[in-house]
């Protein structure tokens, strides 16, 4: 995504203004301030402490909040190309973006925004790249999904390093009190996974989609069992060999890159465990995941599954900005779907937690982190996938506090034979 560039003509911004205030009219309480490309503001509403300021720098961008047919998505481009900027809280934005996303306006309201736009400043714009990400192969093949997952993983482990915590967790932390440092409710995480799969030494436990290795690592040290864990991503494989290696643990803990539809089905395990991957897995091969997981499990064994689930009465009828630039090829389910797709795989349901505040809470402390490091992430990744990951970790703690998002621990039973 290439980032634009415009030339304006300075001028009072009074029609700019008026613009905007005919498109924010029923929206309240306004807690933000609007700011344009020429200087001009329009406070908050009386009496409100501003959370954000929205900085308009491109006037296409008002165009764009008012007629594009898939308004998330072409908003979130222009943020991230820097038609405009937020300066603040940018948790905070997201009830101004519902809105500006579901507002339904009259033939008449239309007609008199698009004569007001037509008296606006034209700006010219670099044209945007092609904004889904390249992906060859047909849909959740074993190629695909591993372009997929490298697109996003791959990035840079030292970008990763800026704003995860200490073990390099990319999954829901567990706070004990909303106070607690990510990398105490990351480590209580951890423990929380272990004991609910019940580890015993001796074991042998199974980590699908096991990214940096810090579940598995932690498990083999304070748990005595032997693990193995597979990835896709050739980024997350270096930094997990190398850490198993630094810990002295490559006797007992092993990482490979491997799809789990490859695992050799004659291998048993007497624990499996899979955190934040089953959102990759796709919903028409989730009846293929739960049976090969069946398969690879000893009679007697448990299966945890952790995993971003869409809510029941969540309606979205157009690609989101993050199935297009974050994560290509991933769909949610409801957690129903999951866990019947689970059953008709032979699983018995013996438990089902929702750790959808321990997200919202993980995601905000990633985000402040990821703010903090500003300058190093765009040194290491650049503007626009700055711009994009903190969009999209802001957007993900709104859409957990909504909830239009839910975070599930499942624990499956296979029962003896």
């Not at 957007?395 to 296979?414: D, I, N, R, T, V």
């Amino acid at each position: 995504m290439a980032a634009r560039t415009w030339k304006v003509q300075q001028e009072p911004g009074a029609r700019a203004l008026n613009f905007v205030q005919s498109l924010l009219s029923d929206f309240h309480p306004r807690d933000f301030a609007v700011e344009f490309w020429n200087g001009t503001r329009w406070p908050a509403e009386k009496n409100l402490l501003p959370l954000f300021t929205w900085k308009i720098n491109n006037p296409e961008v008002l165009k764009t909040a008012a007629f594009s047919s898939n308004r998330q998505v072409a908003l979130a481009e222009a943020y991230c190309c820097g038609d405009f900027d937020i300066q603040g809280d940018m948790a905070a934005i997201f009830a101004l973006a519902d809105y500006l996303i579901e507002k339904k306006w009259t033939r008449g309201e239309k007609l008199r925004l698009m004569g007001m736009a037509l008296t606006m400043p034209t700006a010219r714009s670099v044209p945007l790249e092609p904004g889904v990400v390249r992906l060859r192969g047909e849909l959740h093949s074993k190629q695909r999904d591993r372009q997929a997952v490298g697109y996003h993983y791959d990035v840079s482990n030292d970008f990763y390093a800026l704003w995860l915590d200490n073990e390099m967790q990319y999954s829901a932390a567990y706070f004990e009190h909303p106070d607690d440092s990510l990398e105490s409710a990351q480590e209580k995480k951890l423990d929380h996974l272990c004991r609910k799969l019940q580890l015993k030494a001796g074991e042998r436990l199974l980590d699908i989609g096991c990214g940096w290795g810090g579940l598995i690592r932690h498990a083999v040290r304070n748990y005595g069992v032997t693990a193995l864990g597979i990835t896709l991503s050739q980024e997350q494989l270096k930094w997990a060999q190398a850490h198993i290696a630094e810990d002295a643990l490559a006797d007992r803990c092993t990482v490979r890159l491997l799809d789990y539809r490859d695992l050799d089905r004659a291998e048993n395990f007497d624990k499996v465990v899979s955190i934040g991957m089953v959102e990759h897995v796709g919903e028409e091969k989730l009846p293929e995941y739960f049976r090969q997981v069946f398969r690879l499990l000893r009679p007697g064994g448990l299966f945890l599954n952790s995993g971003i689930a869409r809510a029941a009465n969540r309606r979205d009828t157009q690609p989101a900005f993050t199935d297009l630039y974050i994560f290509p090829d991933g769909e949610l389910v409801t957690i129903s779907k999951l866990l019947g797709h689970a059953e008709s795989a032979g699983f018995e349901v013996q438990e089902v937690e929702n750790l959808r505040e321990h997200y919202r809470l993980t995601v905000l402390a990633w985000l402040r982190r990821l703010e903090q490091q500003e300058e190093a992430a765009k040194r290491l990744v650049g503007e626009v996938k700055y711009r994009m990951w903190r969009l999209y970790l802001a957007g993900s703690a709104y859409y957990f506090q909504k909830p239009k998002l839910e975070l599930y621990h499942s624990l499956l039973l296979k029962g003896a034979a």
